[in-house]
């Protein structure tokens, strides 16, 4: 496996991984604002009602640079955490494992265990402070909080199976591919009249193994949760 192999796995897991979040911090954000609402139409008085509805509005205006405020905290993360250290067997502990036995480069392997320390519950609930300012919930930062805590730290175990299963999908599709490359290799050319279409098969077909490695990686989370069937050939 070449440098730019290595190099590929920590930002293919890394795409998953800000997906992911993306994904469920809007949820959340949608949550919260819901919260404020119906909290507004069982208000005890006016002024809480408005109270209420003004702090839905703020979300709403916020959510932008709440946003980039929280990802700004897990990109330098990435890049910045200490590397993880496993304690036992956690889901996170086994992907930690796998991502280290997927590299043998010492520089792909540093990425991938800074990645999982910035996947740590409690990395990802320091993001929540990035959020309460844009979103000013001084006032109600204790249930946002929970919230936060209910929608996005507990559910990181499905954020965790998600990149072990891209660890391993993106691994399949490494492996065909380098397959195919040893295939063209060593190859010989018994019918040369014919070696023209047969070189524009084999070329057909590595530009297809391409796309599919390429299409692994920008692939949504949601068709990352359906079981993938064997290729037929």
Known sequence: ?????????PHALRAVALQWLGDTLDRYLARL??????????????????????????IALGKETAHKAFFTHILH???????YSPAGSSPLDRLYQHCQTAESDESARLQLAQLCRSLTPT??????????????????????LNLFQ????????????????ALKEGQQVNQLRVRLEQREHLHPRRQPPQEPVKR??????????????????????EDLHRPTRPQRR
């Open 1 to 9: 496996m070449d440098n730019r192999q290595h190099e590929s796995r």
């Open 33 to 58: 604002q819901d919260n404020f609402n119906r909290r507004a139409q069982s208000a005890a008085s006016p002024a809480e009602k408005d109270d209420l509805l003004s702090h839905r509005q703020l």
């Open 77 to 83: 993360s990435f890049d910045h955490a200490i590397p």
């Open 123 to 144: 990395s990802i609930l320091a993001g929540f402070q990035h959020l309460a300012e844009p979103l000013r919930l001084s006032q109600h930062r204790n249930q946002a």
């Open 150 to 165: 209910i929608l996005v730290v507990r559910n990181l175990g499905q954020l965790y199976t998600l990149l072990d299963t």
């Open 200 to 221: 524009q098969q084999r070329l057909v077909r590595l530009h297809r193994f391409r796309q599919l490695r390429q299409q692994f990686r920008l692939q949504p989370v």
